[in-house]
């Protein structure tokens, strides 16, 4: 098998099997939105998958005759099933995440509540340390006063000491209360976090979604942000390509076709070449170049030296070629006997025409 021949076949088996594959997860994402009735809506969707591929094959084979309306209404149906197809890999990809991330994004939900009664705890614990720091600073002013009293009292015991003695008491109390207060609230924290933590590890280490996971952490955004657009690339990426590849085997197929159909002119004698294309074709035939390349050899206009149209005709064709020239030699028309009115021998040939020009038509209007 030559090298366009495995090409072709490599191109075809892919192009079918990604088709193949983008048509069973639509086939199966549309069966599950229309669960009463996911039969009907199986066979719905395959009917149109198979359309699709016809149609787009159809319409590139025949795109020049078909007529304007059909065409655009193909072209219409087929974006339109595109369209159909990734709407239902979509819904396929998403029910199938939706299975396996029920438990993680449960765990996330409970993270993100957990997250919220931290942030009510640690606004409690700045509150009461704000009021701790107001009680210390009066109960200092408290001492310093008390201080004062009994530096100005003879006996020590008089009722102005005694109620700031009262005082500095009732904040040492209120002051102790805060503090056991905040080591609660603390321990409250301390314990939530570590239970966050948990959760956190739990989903890191799921199996299933463990690379989402990690991806939503490299671009700080939520873990079903990341797998929603990870899941609409997949999308916009499968059935275009299906597409795609259906058109290249469809491309590679028609080129194929065309260059067995010219050889099969030349060979029939419809289209008569030069000695030189004739040998290019001949080593082409061994050796199948690429297609645009051997199209290009052989459609030169220096090699072809006269085409017939196919008919029904039985009358023989008659031509003269090149290679009917005795030896073939690069200056057949130098001889004396050469015939110069019939054209179809010299006329391909630039040296004859320009040696035609410049000094057999001079003579012949002369005579």
């Known amino acids: 098998m030559n090298t366009r021949n495995s090409l072709i076949a490599i191109t075809s088996l892919t192009a079918t099997f990604v088709a193949l594959c983008a048509a069973v997860f639509s086939v199966t994402g549309i069966a599950k939105l229309f669960a009463g009735a996911a039969l009907s809506a199986a066979i719905m969707a395959s009917a149109l998958e198979l359309g699709k591929i016809v149609s787009i094959s159809f319409l590139y084979q ?23 197809t990734s709407a239902g890999i979509y819904g396929y990809l998403s029910s199938a995440y939706a299975k396996v991330a029920a438990t993680p994004l449960q765990l996330s939900a409970d993270i993100q509540a957990t997250s919220g009664r931290i942030g009510s705890i640690e606004q409690d614990i700045k509150r009461k340390e704000d009021r701790l720091n107001q009680l210390i600073s009066l109960r ?21 000491i005694r109620s700031a003695q009262s005082a500095l008491t009732a904040a040492d109390r209120n002051v102790t209360t805060i503090q056991n207060e905040i080591s609660k609230l603390s321990e409250q924290r301390d314990s939530l976090r570590g239970i966050t933590i948990g959760k956190q590890v739990e989903i890191e280490t799921n199996g299933d979604i463990g690379t989402f996971v990690y991806i939503a952490k490299m671009f700080g955004v939520p873990l079903d942000v990341v797998v929603k657009w990870f899941t609409l690339i997949i999308v916009l990426v499968f059935d275009p390509l299906a597409v795609a590849l259906v058109i290249a085997v469809n491309f590679l197929l028609k080129n194929k076709t065309e260059e067995k159909t010219l050889i099969n002119n030349i060979e029939n004698k ?98």
């Open 270 to 367: 419809n289209i008569i070449v030069s000695d030189e294309a004739f040998d290019k074709i001949q080593e082409l035939i061994e050796n199948p170049p690429e297609p645009t390349e051997a199209l290009k050899q052989l459609l030169n206009k220096e090699d072809i030296i006269e085409h017939k149209e196919e008919s029904a005709s039985s009358e023989p064709y008659q031509v003269y070629v090149n290679r009917q020239i005795p030896g073939n030699d690069p200056q057949y028309y130098l001889r004396g006997d050469f015939d110069w009115t019939n054209r179809a021998m010299w006329e391909h040939d630039p040296i004859a025409v320009e040696y035609y020009d410049t000094r057999i038509k001079p003579r012949l209007k002369k005579t």
């Open 62 to 84: 025949y795109w020049k005759e078909i007529p304007r309306a059909l065409k655009s209404y193909l072209s219409v149906a087929a974006v339109v099933l595109m369209i159909i």
């Open 140 to 160: 200092a002013q408290q001492e310093t006063r008390l201080d004062q009293l009994v530096s100005r009292s003879t006996t020590g015991n008089n009722t102005t």
